[in-house]
Nanobody
Framework: QVQLVESGGGLVQAGGSLRLSCAAS????????MAWYRQAPEKQRELVAR???????NYADSVKGRFSISRDNAKTTVYLQMNNLELEDTAVYYC??????????????????WGQGTQVTVSS
């Protein structure tokens, strides 16, 4: 019942920048956290960056200082600003959100949702 739509992926040369966005929609009561994950071929999906409802952020060591996660005022859209991209950043990037939605009879229930993924390719 909660949908996430990512955009902003593409092809960029090493050292360049991209800005990913993820918009959440649906019968949302609140979002506790939104995050970006990535998965490269033959690799495990890994957490890239996460931001909580309270604004606490976490970053993978490999992207710290280069990537920045942020959100809009409504806290339903999350962004990932990626600077100084490296070849190793090539992956499919997935948006993730968890929180509470309005269920049957107005009852609240927790949710976890994933976006469809957006490809980021960094070339030399």
């Amino acid at each position: 019942q909660v949908q996430l739509v990512e955009s902003g992926g593409g092809l960029v040369q090493a050292g360049g920048s991209l800005r990913l966005s993820c918009a959440a929609s649906g019968t949302i009561f609140s979002i506790d956290a939104m995050a970006w994950y990535r998965q490269a071929p033959e690799k495990q999906r890994e957490l890239v960056a996460r931001i909580t409802r309270g604004g606490t952020t976490n970053y993978a060591d490999s992207v710290k200082g280069r990537f920045s996660i942020s959100r809009d005022n409504a806290k339903t859209t999350v962004y990932l600003q990626m600077n100084n991209l490296e070849l190793e950043d090539t992956a499919v990037y997935y948006c993730n959100a968890d929180g509470t939605l309005y269920g049957q009879g107005g009852r609240r229930q927790t949710f976890g949702s994933w976006g469809q993924g957006t490809q980021v390719t960094v070339s030399s």
